[in-house]
């Protein structure tokens, strides 16, 4: 039998490369797009060399003609996508007055708008052959509003209500549509640039107070696992010390 492919869409180098490596690890051919596919070169060896078949590609996920021809080539030339991870952040800090419409735009774009057309591509494919997978990274703004968050979460919610409906429409056809919701710092050079900003030492906090990309991408494994009796559509993941 060939190997399941995923399709991470947004393989940045914490999240997304967590998850391109775990399901390297368990098997999978790994298709990885990213806005500037060349950065996807490394990880690409890197997953070579333990032995598994992954490929980079330069996609912008906002981009509707783009999102289908990669849809269009994986499937035609790698394999039938078993699981599509949409993986696109988005996740920058601007007070409301300070919030042109190019900023509330583009965030929306890359946290919401890219979504749906993944995830439309995907279920075009998945619908076909009666089965597939499709999830979606979410983030504390996909249920609440914070200060200086109002673009990010309005993209943010708006993806997770993506998520549902697609769960309510494509789960009676066997695909499993899921959101998860990261409700936490993730230990990213960018989360502790932030901290540190803030007069804080992100060296000095106590262990597992970041989570580690790593446990984000171990729940999506146990997600792709779960049988059809049982599956999880929103799952919440945080840290243990975390006041939610």
């Keep these: ?35 500037n596919g060349h950065k996807l070169e490394p990880l690409v060896n890197e997953l070579r060399g333990m032995g598994g078949k992954a490929y980079g590609y330069t996609h912008d996920a906002r981009d509707e003609e783009q999102t289908e021809a990669i849809f269009k080539e994986i499937e035609t030339n790698v394999g039938p996508i ?60 996909s249920m609440r509003g914070k200060p200086g968050y109002s673009a990010f979460s309005a ?30 710092g993730v230990d990213t050079a960018f989360v502790r640039e932030r901290i540190a900003a803030s007069g804080k030492n992100p060296d000095d906090l106590p262990p597992d107070t970041l989570m580690s990309p790593r446990s984000v991408a171990e729940s999506y494994w146990v997600l792709y696992h779960q049988t059809r009796d049982g599956w999880t559509h929103e799952l919440d993941l945080r840290p243990y010390g975390e006041t939610w």
């Design 82 to 141: 078993d699981l599509v991870i949409f993986n696109v952040g988005g996740n920058v800090y601007f007070p409301l007055m300070e919030t042109t419409a190019r900023v509330f735009r583009k965030v929306w774009e890359m946290a919401c708008f890219a979504g749906f057309f993944t995830g439309r591509e995907a279920a075009r494919y998945m619908a076909r052959r009666g089965r597939g997978k499709i999830f979606f990274t979410g983030a504390s703004a």
């Design 155 to 184: 993209g943010k919610a708006g993806l997770r209500m993506l998520a549902q409906s697609m769960a309510r429409e494509f789960g009676p056809q066997n695909i499993h549509v899921a959101h998860l919701i990261i409700d936490a």
């Design 1 to 35: 039998m060939s190997a399941p492919i995923v399709f991470i869409v947004g393989t940045g180098d914490y999240i997304g490369a967590a998850i391109a490596r775990r399901f390297a690890e368990g098997g999978f051919t790994v298709c990885m797009g990213r806005r």
